[in-house]
């Protein structure tokens, strides 16, 4: 899954970033060889550095 779309950049990039030492988003960038752009990912990108779980829709309906 993506991540970041201006970079092109998937989940596990950034996980394998985190595993390479990287402890917030502007590091992983940089080890991913990319610049931060428009910045609608670094929430995503800092779950992916903490292994945190994703913050699921309330109002989405669950799948059966
Ligand atoms: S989506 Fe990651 S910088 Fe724009």
């Known amino acids: 899954m993506y991540v970041c779309i201006c970079n092109a950049l998937k989940c ?3 996980k394998d970033a985190a595993k390479a030492g ?11 060889g990319a610049k931060p752009k428009c910045g609608r990912c670094f929430e995503e990108a ?19």
Not at 22 to 32: E, G, I, M
């Open 12 to 14: 596990r990039q950034f």
């Open 22 to 32: 990287a402890r917030d988003v502007p590091s992983a960038f940089k080890a991913c």
């Open 46 to 64: 800092a779950r992916m550095l903490t292994g945190a779980e994703p913050v699921r829709d309330p109002l989405a309906t669950p799948a059966e």
